[in-house]
């Protein structure tokens, strides 16, 4: 009896094995996803310097941009008091499971990418996008216009440095 029920246990756990190996599809599990994110982390020293475009065609190529979040400069340093955007968030995840990993304090993981000068003011970069415009769509727009002075990447709402959290 005790050599069936182990052999009953090893073909479960050897059944388990199989299919936890199985490679999935980069943007739909979690842990690959990360993973190749943080290694174009890893490999900014490659693309600082260099146009936009750059980049997005290497993450483009194997996770989607599915929201673009921006931000700048504070008004209260610059004379005519105009804030300006000096760099852009990108991640997989959209709006909806955002919101959700947000509820649930997962956060979302997100690669922000630093601009070199020219910056535009807020008015006029957001301006430049039709309302009904994809977060996809609207870095491919932009995407030959700026050059990368810096990228970064953080569980959104927790800053930390990927070496962290992948040692």
């Known amino acids: 009896m005790k050599k069936l029920i182990i052999s009953i246990l090893m073909l479960a756990m050897g059944i388990t094995n199989a299919y936890s190996q199985q490679p999935g599809k980069l943007g739909t599990t979690e842990g690959d996803t990360i993973a190749y994110m943080a290694t ?8 600082i310097g260099q146009p936009l475009s750059a980049f997005i065609a290497e993450y483009k190529k194997y996770l ?3 929201f673009m979040g921006y931000g700048g400069t504070s008004p209260w340093i610059d004379p005519k008091g105009e804030s300006y955007v000096n760099h852009i968030q990108i ?7 955002m919101e959700i990993r947000y509820l649930k304090r997962q956060g979302n993981f997100v690669l922000d990418i630093e601009f070199k000068n020219p910056f535009m003011t807020y008015y006029d970069f957001g ?4 309302d009904d415009m994809s977060y996809s769509d609207m870095v491919d727009m932009i995407k030959d216009k700026y050059i990368i002075k810096d990228i970064d990447m953080y569980l959104a709402q927790i800053l930390c440095k990927p070496e962290k959290l992948f040692k």
């Open 91 to 97: 991640c997989y995840n959209n709006d909806d499971q």
């Open 127 to 130: 301006k430049q996008f039709p």
């Open 40 to 47: 174009l982390y890893r490999r900014r020293n490659e693309f």
């Open 64 to 66: 989607p941009i599915n």
